[in-house]
């Protein structure tokens, strides 16, 4: 047998005879052999994943790196070995920093490959047999049965009241009961209902299916491929600074050669020319800014976590406050995946002309009295009988769970519950969909309502309103289960399909699976922030319809849209209309993805939620993913977001958190870039006037990795975000019009001063060794002085408490230490070519500046 396509449109018959193969005896060991040769192993291939070795190196191709290694080598050929090992170590810390973010084996294909590694049951040669998963071959019969995982994509033989759970696939909470009956060509996975899908897991009944796809042509190993084509998206940081990097490098490469052409003009030799230019590289780049970006990020992450939100990527902390868009799941995330039953309706009620009104908490005894005979028909467990009825915890198919939920809960007895002995007379199956229990001189019927009024003894008037009614309550996202009786004619003990006619329909019970509480409040916070939310599920859109309802969404109806309908739609057609549509339904995996790479390319930054395999691909390939902490691990392995406590607020304090680190990102740059550029320009304007360097490259670094870096790092614990100062396009930039303004403006204007000061100094007469140690001295505490200027981009700094960040107040302390050491220890200040700051020095600034 050849791997066929579309095997569900196709009748089990033409399958057998197209692939020559005999049920009852299965493959021949040879030909199974033969066909492992062709097709290969039942498991996944791998992408070549990255190796240490290679993602350090490519830390190197930096163009900041390039500058600093240039620059070491200059002072290395010139021997001056400490301002080269004191380079050198920038280098390796900026490249150490880079290859710790950058380094995150990925395991999602791990995850995904422990789906299906299990063993199979199997016909070989006549026999049946249990082998390992990998060796399962197309053409192969396979034995499944409660709690076996499928070991491959398989069509459907025979079965007997097989229930599987796709949520790994579909997303869909509830089991699907599956039939052999041919379906569309153009089925979805989640109407394949004749198909075993591979990864599914099989939690009633048992069936023989004829595997047709193994290891990545079945729909997970599809999925793996994806995942494994994907690579993570750049966040906005990263994207920001790699431009940035570019812009430094070419800056600083047209003054490098401007220098160069200038002092050769002017006869200077090349060694003072090589000085000044790695002078000039140094003084350009601001090698704090790795560290302090990796301390922001970090503390952002820690508060996240306090909040039961564990991020698996530091730059996703950040990504989080520059999120424009968020795709969100529907089951699990804005529901609680946990059907409960809301109402419980009367055949009357429903043919009223108020048959459809809300469903009510409080029930009359004669809604009671239907859930009571619901009872009689389920088959449900208690695990823990002997304890308060309270903590009773209940074992058996989630409907059932939950009617039993339900009695507990609205005071019905449960007794039907706790006698041993089964009322059960004709079980539930996916042929039938009801089931009938003897309940004293009558028998109860439970079921799939249109099913049940196929059966009973109804006008057909009746039958219309009915099937109206159930039509729209299901359109709202609601569950039915019909509820009817008929006579007992005989003691057999069991009742046929045959015998279920002119039945007496009493009503239904509604399930619903609630909106989780705090979502409404939590969605208003995130699109208070600008950003907008769309509800992209695998579910029907009626069901979809009915959350957005809840949430107080308006959804038009040219606002939603079906994976069918998306399916007929180019890109181009699409980009059209995607901002306009609110609801996405029915779609698949590879729906996901294309909907967000749509939205990327828009120019938004997207955040997608969701739980299941299915959702790997979009989770790994969007800006920033986030799953449950009840998700597959397979999702949580893609994801840069873990909500540890399954809650939606979680999200929204999650991005007021990457609110303040975006803030705070923003203005740590101002501030070590202005003093990058204050640097730069002081250089620059000695260059012009003539004037020997105002400090040596070792002078730089010391004042940009310790001096500088200590305020820096203490904006990670500032807590005012700014919020309201940012909206529409500045939400997803790091560096806003804003903030480079503020950079150029303050590195010109606080440069200038600067300078001036220099040049006072040169030409009131003090030696060039005292002079650099007193700007060195000068340039260290205005920095750490402004600092306190820079804990707000926007607001003044006499409308805040100046030394409320307890932080930053250390951070100046500990470098005001720092800087008297360096100039009063000898040795120290030898290493750094500075002088003693003489006293008598005061009086001859005072005489020249009177």
Known sequence: MQPTDKPWSISIDDLISSGGIVVDAGLAEEEANARLLKYGSNSFHKKE??????????????????????????????????????????????????????????????????????????????????????????????KLSYGSRVPADARLISINNLRVDEAILTGESLPIEKKIDVVSLVSEISEQTNIAHAGTLVVEGYATALVYATGDNTEIGKIAGIVSGIDRVPTPLQHGVGKLAWFIFIVVLVIVVGIFVLGISRGLPVLPMLVLSSAVAVGAVPEALPIVLTVILAIGATRIASKKGIIRKLSAAETLGSTTLIMTDKTGTLTKADMQLVGIHSKADALSSESYKKDKENFSADQKKLLELALFNIDVSIENPTTKIDEWIFRGRPFEVNIAKACRLHGVSLDTILDSSSSLVLPFNSTNKFSVAENGNEYVVMGAPDILLKYANISKEEYIKLEEWITTVSNDGKRLIGLATFPKTHNKGHVSPDEVKDINFLGMLVFYDPIRPEVPDAIRNIESHGIKMVLVTGDLIGTARSVAKSLDWEVREDQAITGSD????????????????????????????????????????????????????????????????????????????????????????????????????????????????????????????????????????????????????????????????????????????????????????SSTFLFLL?????????????????????????????????????????????????????????????????????????????????????????????
């Not at 490249?95 to 299990?118: C, M, P, R, W």
């Not at 003090?766 to 200027?789: P, T």
């Not at 930053?808 to 030898?830: C, Q």
């Open 49 to 142: 994943k990255k190796s240490s070795f290679s993602i350090f190196l490519k830390q190197f191709v930096s163009p900041l790196i390039f500058l600093l290694i240039g620059a070491a080598t200059v002072t290395g050929i010139l021997k001056e070995w400490i301002d080269t090992s004191v380079i050198v170590f920038a280098v390796l810390l900026n490249v150490s920093l880079g290859f710790y973010h950058e380094y995150n084996a990925e395991s999602t294909l791990d995850k995904l490959t422990s789906y299906i590694k299990d063993r199979a049951k199997v016909m070989r040669g006549g026999i049946e047999q249990e082998i390992d998963s990998s060796l399962i071959v197309p053409g192969d019969i396979i």
């Open 758 to 850: 220099y040049y006072f100094l040169i030409k009131i007469g003090f030696e060039l060794e005292v002079a650099r140690s007193i700007f060195f001295v000068c340039f260290s505490s205005y920095i750490l002085a402004i600092s306190f200027s820079f804990r707000s981009l926007h607001s003044s700094i006499l409308s805040y408490p100046i030394f409320s960040n307890k932080k930053l107040n250390l951070s100046i302390i500990l470098a005001v230490f720092l800087l008297v050491v360096t100039m009063t220890v000898p040795a120290i200040r030898g290493i750094f070519d500075l002088a003693p700051l003489p006293l008598s020095s005061i009086p001859m600034i005072n005489n020249h500046v009177l």
């Open 566 to 749: 998306l399916h007929k739609l180019s890109d181009g057609e699409l980009l059209k209309i995607i901002l306009d549509i609110k609801i996405f339904a029915r779609v698949t995996p590879e729906d996901k993805l294309r909907i967000g790479g749509l939205y990327q390319k828009l120019g938004e930054v997207v955040a997608m939620t969701g739980d299941g395999v299915n959702d790997a691909p979009a989770l790994k390939a969007m800006d920033i993913g986030i799953s449950l902490g009840t998700a597959s691990d397979v999702a949580k392995s893609a994801a840069d977001l873990v909500l540890l406590d399954d809650n939606f607020e979680t999200i929204s304090m999650a991005i007021d958190e990457g609110r303040k680190i975006l803030g705070n990102v923003r203005k740590t740059f101002v501030y070590l870039m202005s003093n990058s550029l204050d640097e730069v320009f002081v250089i620059g304007g000695s260059l012009l006037m003539g004037l020997a360097l105002p400090l040596t490259a070792l002078q730089i670094i010391w004042v940009n990795l310790f001096t500088g870096s200590l305020p820096a790092l203490a904006f990670a614990y500032e807590t005012d975000m700014d919020k309201e100062k940012y909206a529409g396009h500045d939400m997803k930039l790091i560096f806003t019009r804003e903030v480079k303004v503020l950079t150029f403006v303050i590195g010109v204007v």
